[in-house]
């Protein structure tokens, strides 16, 4: 718990439950553990303590430990669900999906029509390959409730992974159909009819889901990749011509001299290359062969981050400023937010490093911030190593004509930002690199 934190004493194991949750809520994880470990001290069988903070320690990479945790809440309380829930999804996220299943299939037991253990169930039997018992478990689970939106999602999801795209997008209609509010049934539709070459259906969907909630990131990325196979290419560039929604700005434009801007940076170097949440290749990002920091940099209070954040709230002004270039009936346009929350993370490269094709689902703006940058960007035999580039599609969506692309040479002190929805990767660092390439990316996430 942090030094200026304090909690009053509370009675009964029940009050400090109820404040440890409110913590566990609010973000404050020190002190709903504090909390959650005064509990147990009063009560070793609480299972809701036991089960909350082994979600906790999950959530901190204290895999082990939580999984004791979990254990226990699922020994000492054998009809709670929520133990089995959370023991399921941690063995589940370890790629243990055998144990995963068997703790779903414990957990049912005591209680048959709980539906988050169902969902874990089909996701484990998905996962360890077992499809057909997968689509059966879930085809039970929607003709027992039509309504079901995110069983049909679900259901769409399997048939998409295993090559059935037409009862992939049937599923897939059923959720929406189920959930009017909802694009990314919609959404999902589209990919899979994507991915299988089917360009124009996905326009379709694309069109209606965006209808539907007209700031839909993966709708849009999706559009410009469906846009490129079929050819619209006019229809492509006003959507995401890199040429004109990749906008480059450097601290000098932010008034900063070239002593001032080698300060910023050497302080931030010392900060990003040594955060503790940086991993190795995590795969919930796109990230190959280098390290990713997993929590948001722009909370850390750093005095570096706070001044590279004022040139960021700099930039997404200008950004604001320039929408009058462009069509105002742009989505860029038409939803560019008065305000923002920022996430900020830290990739870190050398030696065969790269980014994957990838999209921010959750931004308006995105942008990536150079640190540190290694001198085979400026070689000219090194076929761009180690540049951004904008407009190649993800490698499972193949598509019959590219996609409009740019290129663009890193260098410290420059800031590139566009839009959330357009695709990027790196070109790869050579083997024998040995000189770090260090970026802080951010979006910047709408506030309504």
Known sequence: MGEGLSHPVLAHPAQLFDAALRAHQAGRAEEA???????????????????????????????????????????????????FVNLALLLH?????????????????????????????????ASAGRHDEAIAHLTRMVAAHPGYAKGHTLLGTIYAKTGRPDEAVAAFEKAARAQKGDASPLVSAAECLLMHGRAEDAL????????????????????????????RVADERWLADPETF??????????????????????????????????EDPEEYATAKGWHSTTNLAESGDPAIEELKRFIDWAFHE?????????????FARHAPAKYHIDMWAVRMQDSGKMLPHIHISGWLSGAYYVDVPSVVDDPAAGEAGWIKFGPPRADI??????????????????????????HDTVPLPPENTEQRLVLAYDLNPVD
């Open 398 to 423: 193949r598509l019959r004509r590219e996609t409009l692309q740019r290129t663009l040479k890193p260098e410290p002190g420059l800031m590139a930002t566009f839009p959330s929805y357009i695709w």
């Open 93 to 125: 996220d370890r790629q243990r999906h055998d144990e995963a299943i068997a703790a779903c299939e414990m957990g049912l037991a005591a209680a048959p029509g709980h539906r988050t253990l169902q969902n874990a169930l089909v996701s484990s039997l």
């Open 33 to 83: 553990a504090l909390l959650y470990r005064q509990v147990l001290a009063a009560d070793a069988r609480n299972a809701g303590a036991l089960s909350n903070l082994g979600l906790l320690l999950a959530e901190h990479g204290r895999h082990d430990e939580a999984e004791g945790l979990l254990r226990e809440a699922t020994r000492v309380a054998p009809g709670y669900a929520g133990g």
């Open 319 to 331: 950004r604001r400023r320039r929408l009058a270039e462009i069509d105002p009936a742009h989505p």
């Open 204 to 231: 379709k969907y694309l069109d209606r889901a965006l209808k539907v909630r007209g700031w839909e990131v993966r709708a849009i990325a999706l559009k410009t990749l469906a846009l490129a196979d079929a050819g």
């Open 246 to 279: 990749v906008h480059v700005v450097r601290l000098a434009d932010f008034g900063y001299s070239a002593a001032d801007a080698a300060s910023l940076n050497r302080r931030l170097s010392a900060f990003a290359s040594h955060e503790p949440s940086m991993k």
